[in-house]
């Protein structure tokens, strides 16, 4: 039975893993969509968000059924219960990926954002794919180094966010009211996405430390 337990611990953790995958590869298509203006791939990450939904319940499904059957405890207890929380990061992750993707479909042929706009989101962008596929590698191996990283880069994201509403709120602003309430909403697309993401490194520097002490975790 420990042997069944210790098998069924090592799906939890791959399962996170290939979720992160999913993730990754729904932000890195939905920052393309957005940047160049594919509403092919814009639709391609709108279709996938249900599959990580989908993989995000079996997910739980599976943590409950551990919680309930094999009632575990210490790190055991810590790694099926941070997974719960985990996912349901991931999948709110995926929600983001797929807003971003909605708001190339509906401008589509048009750009999302003005000009002067572009390289700023083109950056978020690209911030966000690095932080998704350190994730991965961080729920892979538990490095809490990729934790800081990520975190870091997540400064650099939130520093991006406040550039763009200083920008449409700014005497120069040009654009329309939809040009605003895109960049605005864009924008809160890539921090949010971001910031799940640092909860997620948080969590998991719980388990490779079982420390939750704000003074000394690197998150």
Known sequence: MREVFQQELREVRERLVQLAELVADSIEKATRAFNESD???AEEVIADDDRIDQQ??????LAITIL???QPVARDLRIVVSALRISASLERMGDMST????LARYRFPDKVVPK????TFAEMGRLDVAIARKLVELLRTEDVKLAEEIRNEDDEIDALHLQV???VLGETWKGQAVDTVDATLASRYHERFADHA????????????GDWDPEKAAL
């Open 198 to 209: 640092v909860s997620i490194a948080k969590k998991v520097q719980y388990l490779a430390t």
């Open 56 to 61: 995000t319940v079996a997910l739980d499904e």
């Open 116 to 119: 002067t706009l572009r390289p």
């Open 99 to 102: 807003h971003i993707a909605q």
């Open 165 to 167: 509403f200083d920008k």
């Open 39 to 41: 509403v092919s791939l």
């Open 68 to 70: 309930a059957r094999q």
